[in-house]
């Protein structure tokens, strides 16, 4: 297979050509695997359901059919965040690993990064006496790399990355980084627009659609399943 060819982004040797000898690599910490289970929980459950149903239920071959299409989906859910994932440097590009090829970005237009090392993702809790909130939920780094008019060039997801890597990264970019120690979407958000996305900026919008995907999907396996 020609390196010019979109692959599957694992492996340093997927590296294209064109983007010149890999001077650097970064692979999540295994520290981060708690994490990236916990996002595979929702597929992961909705797999088993359908497998139960297929077990225990033996639907007709076309609703079978249906059921399978439905748990592959689930394991391909799972794999994006459980895959390999790579950051790879050359004297050109920073380039992010992808379910296939890379994510790309010119290292002479990256002007500043943007590390959030603990990244509120819950929600906030009661204000205290003194008129703070007290802040309660996950947390997890975050990485943005943006240009000189602020836009996001590349992200890294604190779900796979955690902070010793981001960090790391951000070192060998040797750009300005606004550190965040610890601060909530919306925070970011106030202070760089263009690079917080509507769904963290708004976790419930993602909460809701998910359960609702979920609960449906769930819903008509078991009412096809049933069907004489």
Known sequence: MSSEEPQVADNIRHVPERFGPVQQ?????ITSMGRRLVACLPAAALGLICLGV???RRPAPVVSI????????????CWVWLRPNTVVATASHLLGSRAVGFHTVRRDRIARAVLVEALEVGSRGPTDPGGKSRRRGLT????????????????LDGTVWDLKSLTAIVEYAGVPVDR??????????HAWPK????????PWIKSVLSGALLIATVAAVYWMAWQP
Request: glycine letters at 6%.
């Open 180 to 189: 965040f120690p610890r601060a909530t979407a919306g925070e970011v958000a």
């Open 54 to 56: 297929l077990w225990f």
């Open 25 to 29: 690599v970064w692979h999540p910490r």
């Open 66 to 77: 249906i059921i399978v299409v439905v748990i592959l989906v689930c394991l391909a859910l």
């Open 195 to 202: 690079v917080v996305g509507l769904f963290m900026r708004h």
């Open 140 to 155: 997890r780094p975050y990485l943005w790399l943006v240009d000189d008019a602020g836009r996001r060039l590349f992200r």
